[in-house]
């Protein structure tokens, strides 16, 4: 499986645009990459999911370039709710399953 | 979002008691279930992967006979922390997955469970 690096933390304040790369080196083929957001004591959110280029939903888009090595999840606009552990994954969706293992994640702080 | 619902969401035991948290897909057949442990500031650790109606398998360093894993429907697996020590409090999350081929697909996941052990 792929390993991710993070930066650990990152600080930002509320209105901010928050991007947050993500570095897999050894990805697959077959891997896509999956980030998930975690609020102390619950279990991870589902965030955004992409393959390769860009990806968007309502609350964040992704940016894979070509040699997808790396990965950025850009946060438009972040409130103070937005202060969590974000994880990035990559794991293989064309072989039975995704084992998912994650690595330390990012703390982002957001203040007023 | 399908949703995945871990019970009970706080246990507190007796050191040397056996503790059975579940997990279940409540609007989806999870084909896959996925169980992990998380301890205060730290990452998810994953400690095993159950498919419905086969033998768990567990990550590296993980104790089968010490975490036992029973996934016998495609809605319910269940962690039963045997023999509990201190050691083994922490948060216990489980996650689910229908996929079964074609399209992507994501893993839902419990709310978690806290487990202190006294």
């Known amino acids: 499986l792929a390993k991710t690096t993070q930066p650990i933390s990152m600080d930002s304040y509320e209105g901010q645009e928050v991007n947050i790369t993500c570095s897999h080196n050894n990805i697959a083929t077959n891997d896509y990459i999956t980030w998930y957001q975690q609020f102390p004591s619950q279990g991870p959110r589902f965030i955004i999911q992409?393959?390769?280029t860009k990806v968007t939903n309502e609350v964040a888009s992704l940016f894979i370039p070509a040699d997808r090595k790396s990965s950025t999840l850009s946060l438009p606009r972040v409130s103070l709710s937005d202060t969590a552990v974000y994880y990035c994954l990559v794991g293989d969706m064309d072989t039975g399953f995704q084992k998912l293992v994650f690595g330390t994640g990012t703390r982002l702080l957001v203040s007023p | 979002g399908a949703v995945v619902s871990q019970h009970p969401s706080r246990v507190i035991c007796k050191s040397g008691t056996s503790v059975k948290i579940e997990c279940r897909s409540l609007d989806f057949q999870a084909t896959t279930m996925f169980w992990y442990r998380q301890f205060p500031k730290q990452s998810l650790m994953l400690m095993a992967t159950?498919?419905?109606?086969?033998?768990?398998?567990?990550e590296q360093g993980v104790e089968k006979d010490k975490f036992l894993i029973n996934h016998a429907s495609l809605t319910l697996s269940t962690l039963t922390v045997t023999s509990a020590h201190p050691e083994d409090s922490s948060f216990y999350i489980c996650?689910?997955?229908?996929?079964?081929?074609?399209?992507?697909?994501?893993?839902?996941f419990g709310q978690g469970t806290r487990l202190t052990v006294v």
């Open positions: 992409g393959y390769k």
């Open positions: 159950s498919n419905e109606g086969s033998k768990a398998t567990y």
């Open positions: 996650s689910a997955s229908d996929w079964v081929g074609g399209e992507n697909t994501e893993a839902f």
